[in-house]
């Protein structure tokens, strides 16, 4: 038989994570709701990927995937140029909420000082980072509350793709990124 400590040894800083008995019992409930809030956030996706697919520049990653997903997230990457926080306002300006997921790791201020992140260049990830664009997605949308999305995002691609940063017409397809990604 081995010896235990008779006492606690805090080595390093730490967060307990230890739900409390109300907390586990609503993760109970939760977790019957999983199969079919997921089912729904799929066909939601579906809605998402028919009405916009690759469309007035706008790419959906992943789209041709046959990965199995939580479909937690809807991302789209926007059409190259595209200035993502005027859309973002556009939409806004409409009642849609939008999010950025993820902002590239090796910008957040930890990792370029401690690992000095800020010093190599990662070309493909500077070029998508600013064109992606989370929609709103969760399984108390309605088919009607995504195809609504839809149509604000398009007129507000199509209102902003007139001109590009440079002042000139903007294009009608986004340039593709040299490692395929999102196609």
Same mark, same amino acid.
């Given at each position: 038989?081995?010896?235990?400590t008779?006492g606690?040894?805090?080595? *390093? ?27 729904? =956030?799929?066909?939601?996706?579906? @809605?998402? =990927? ?12 992943f ?17 190259a140029?595209?200035? =993502? ?10 009642g849609?909420? @939008? ?6 790791t090796h ?36 088919? *009607?509350?995504?195809?609504?999305? #839809?149509? @604000? ?7 902003? =793709? ?15 990124? @040299?490692?395929? #990604?999102?196609?």
């Amino acid at each position: 038989m081995r010896a235990g400590t008779a006492g606690y040894e805090v080595t *390093g800083l730490g967060l307990n994570y230890r739900p409390t008995e109300i907390s586990s019992a609503l993760g109970r409930v939760q977790l019957g709701k999983v199969a079919g809030d997921r089912e729904r =956030r799929r066909k939601l996706v579906a @809605t998402y =990927r028919a009405m916009l697919g690759d469309r007035y520049g706008m790419v959906i990653p992943f789209a041709g995937s046959q990965a199995e997903s939580a479909y937690h997230l809807m991302a789209i990457l926007l059409p190259a140029g595209a200035d =993502r926080e005027t859309i973002r306002s556009d939409l806004a300006d409409a009642g849609i909420q @939008t999010s950025v997921h993820y902002p590239p790791t090796h910008g957040f201020s930890f990792y370029r000082h401690t690992y000095a992140s800020g010093r190599r260049a990662l070309p493909v990830t500077e070029a998508v980072a600013p064109r992606l664009l989370s929609l709103p997605l969760h399984s108390r949308m309605s088919r *009607g509350d995504a195809a609504l999305v #839809c149509q @604000t995002l398009v007129a507000s691609v199509r209102a902003r =793709r007139a001109v590009n940063a440079h002042g000139n017409p903007g294009p009608d397809h986004a340039q593709p990124l @040299t490692n395929g #990604c999102g196609r």
